[in-house]
C-alpha cells in the first residue's frame, strides 16, 4: 500500500492474497486469502492496523462492498462450477453468529 501522495509502499500482509477492495470510506481493505486448505475472507482496518479474519468466510472469495457494514462474497463448491453468494457484516458479525446465504 502507498498513500496516493506518494512516498514508501508499506507491506500490509505477508500471506497470500487474491482479490482486494476498500470500503466506501476508504478505511477497510476487504481481502481474499487463499491457503492449502481453502479460501477466506479477512479486513485490514487502515486507522487500527488490525488484519481480521470474517467469521465464517472459510470457502468465501471475492468480497464486494455494498455498503459501509455490508460485504458480498461468492463461495465457489470444489466439485461444481456453480456459486453461492454470500451476505458477509463488517465490522464482523457476533461471536458464534453466521455469514447468511443469498
Given at each position: 500500500?502507498?498513500?496516493?501522495d506518494?512516498?514508501?509502499?508499506?507491506?500490509?500482509?505477508?500471506k497470500?492474497?487474491?482479490?482486494?477492495?476498500?470500503?466506501?470510506?476508504?478505511?477497510?481493505?476487504?481481502?481474499?486469502?487463499?491457503?492449502?486448505?481453502?479460501?477466506?475472507?479477512?479486513?485490514?482496518?487502515?486507522?487500527?492496523?488490525k488484519?481480521?479474519?470474517?467469521?465464517?468466510?472459510?470457502?468465501?472469495?471475492?468480497?464486494q462492498?455494498?455498503?459501509?457494514d455490508?460485504l458480498?462474497?461468492?463461495?465457489r463448491?470444489?466439485a461444481?462450477?456453480?456459486r453461492?453468494?454470500?451476505?458477509?457484516?463488517?465490522?464482523?458479525?457476533?461471536?458464534?453468529?453466521?455469514?447468511?446465504?443469498?
Amino acid at each position: 500500500m502507498v498513500s496516493m501522495d506518494g512516498g514508501t509502499p508499506q507491506k500490509i500482509v505477508d500471506k497470500d492474497t487474491g482479490s482486494a477492495t476498500w470500503s466506501p470510506d476508504g478505511n477497510i481493505l476487504a481481502l481474499s486469502f487463499y491457503t492449502r486448505t481453502g479460501p477466506f475472507l479477512a479486513t485490514y482496518d487502515l486507522r487500527s492496523g488490525k488484519l481480521s479474519q470474517l467469521p465464517s468466510s472459510t470457502g468465501l472469495i471475492g468480497a464486494q462492498w455494498l455498503m459501509q457494514d455490508t460485504l458480498i462474497a461468492a463461495a465457489r463448491h470444489p466439485a461444481r462450477t456453480a456459486r453461492q453468494v454470500r451476505v458477509v457484516a463488517n465490522p464482523p458479525p457476533a461471536k458464534g453468529s453466521r455469514v447468511r446465504r443469498v
